[in-house]
């Protein structure tokens, strides 16, 4: 089809990752067919089998290091098949807590590149029961409302996912002081790095950042105690990113963070920086705020 619309287009030959990395190019050594357009500044890759697909957005499966483009010349050569723009989930939050421990408010989110592919694949052909029953799994003891989208069908825009919420279970009251943690059920409660030590590298298939922006009106008759301090920290050549700011005024809390995954491959030899890094993270997260009646 892109031959025939004038365009400079080849296929490209794959070895998914349950299949194994193509290290010489043999006839055995790839098992899927995308398409490559070659224009000016580069390749464009598509793969026609995902309806939500778009230029360079491929499957996590296909990202395997690099793919075959065989011309119609005889001659190949070696792809890269890895996005070159990183994916990005952002959530802005305003929130509401009350005396009793309860907290309410809205969630706007948006998600670009992979991220939000791999969300359209999600969602696509659920009804609105079925759509609230995924975003209670993902954000445990929330109770979610009014959910919107914007571009569920559209891969060349930004998703948009849009929701209230309502719970009783993100403050804790101790001695008549309130705890909460600023990111609420967005922060990250365990460490998904577990062994000691790796033989075989992290792959996150995509560099990624999550960007979070957060609003929290505090209950009548509480100040602010004392706040979590902030956070700005790299792992070696930036591989990821942590950065974290609090502040307080007017009794509103207002907290800018965002986590940034700069190389998608990560090595066994880095693997335990990698461990303490995220462990750092989530102790950050779970820092509390705290409240004091007046």
Same mark, same amino acid.
Not at 14 to 34: A, C, Q, R
Not at 167 to 183: A, D, F, K, R, T
Not at 248 to 263: G, M
């Given at each position: 089809?892109?031959?025939?619309?004038?365009?400079?287009?080849?296929?490209?030959?794959?070895?998914?990752?349950?299949?194994?990395?193509?290290? +010489?190019?043999?006839?055995?050594?790839?098992?899927?067919?995308?398409?490559?357009?070659?224009?000016? /500044? %580069?390749?464009?890759?598509? /793969?026609?089998?995902? #309806?939500?697909?778009?230029?360079?957005?491929?499957?996590?499966?296909?990202?395997?290091?690099?793919? $075959?483009?065989?011309?119609?010349?005889?001659?190949?050569?070696?792809?890269?098949?890895? *996005? $070159?723009?990183?994916?990005?989930?952002?959530?802005?939050?305003?929130?509401?807590?009350?005396?009793?421990?309860?907290?309410?408010?809205?969630?706007?989110?948006?998600?670009?590149?992979?991220?939000?592919?791999?969300? $359209?694949? @999600? +969602?696509?052909?659920?009804?609105?029961?079925?759509?609230?029953?995924?975003?209670?799994? $993902?954000? #445990?003891?929330?109770?979610?409302?009014?959910?919107?989208?914007?571009?569920?069908?559209?891969?060349?825009?930004?998703?948009?996912?849009?929701?209230?919420? @309502?719970?009783? &279970?993100?403050?804790?009251?101790?001695?008549?002081?309130?705890?909460?943690? *600023?990111?609420? +059920?967005?922060?990250?409660?365990?460490?998904? +790095?577990?062994?000691?030590?790796?033989?075989?590298?992290?792959?996150?298939?995509?560099?990624?950042?999550?960007?979070?922006?957060?609003?929290?009106?505090?209950?009548? %008759?509480?100040?602010? #105690?004392?706040?979590?301090?902030?956070?700005?920290?790299?792992? %070696? @050549?930036?591989?990821?990113?942590?950065?974290?700011?609090?502040?307080? &005024?007017?009794?509103?809390?207002?907290?800018?963070?965002?986590?940034?995954?700069?190389?998608?491959?990560?090595?066994?030899?880095?693997? %335990?920086?990698?461990?303490?890094?995220?462990?750092?993270?989530? @102790?950050?997260?779970?820092?509390?705020?705290?409240?004091?009646?007046?």
């Amino acid at each position: 089809m892109f031959r025939y619309a004038g365009l400079n287009a080849n296929p490209v030959l794959i070895s998914t990752k349950s299949h194994g990395i193509p290290i +010489f190019p043999t006839l055995n050594g790839f098992n899927y067919v995308i398409s490559a357009v070659e224009i000016n /500044d %580069g390749i464009l890759l598509f /793969d026609a089998i995902n #309806e939500f697909g778009a230029p360079n957005i491929l499957d996590k499966e296909l990202l395997n290091w690099q793919g $075959r483009i065989v011309r119609e010349d005889g001659s190949s050569n070696w792809v890269p098949l890895n *996005p $070159r723009k990183s994916a990005m989930e952002a959530f802005m939050v305003n929130a509401t807590l009350d005396a009793d421990g309860g907290v309410k408010g809205s969630l706007k989110n948006q998600f670009t590149g992979n991220t939000a592919f791999e969300n $359209r694949n @999600d +969602f696509a052909g659920l009804g609105e029961s079925d759509i609230a029953e995924e975003l209670e799994d $993902r954000y #445990e003891q929330l109770d979610i409302s009014d959910t919107k989208f914007e571009n569920l069908g559209n891969p060349y825009e930004p998703l948009k996912v849009n929701f209230n919420f @309502d719970s009783q &279970n993100y403050v804790e009251e101790i001695n008549g002081n309130l705890y909460v943690s *600023p990111l609420l +059920f967005l922060r990250m409660d365990e460490n998904p +790095f577990k062994q000691e030590e790796r033989k075989f590298p992290v792959d996150y298939g995509y560099a990624s950042k999550k960007r979070y922006i957060v609003s929290i009106d505090l209950p009548e %008759g509480y100040k602010v #105690e004392s706040l979590p301090a902030g956070a700005n920290v790299k792992m %070696g @050549d930036n591989l990821v990113a942590f950065k974290y700011l609090l502040s307080e &005024n007017n009794n509103k809390i207002q907290l800018s963070a965002e986590f940034s995954i700069n190389r998608y491959f990560v090595s066994p030899e880095e693997y %335990g920086d990698l461990k303490k890094f995220y462990q750092y993270m989530i @102790d950050k997260e779970n820092e509390k705020i705290v409240l004091s009646k007046i």
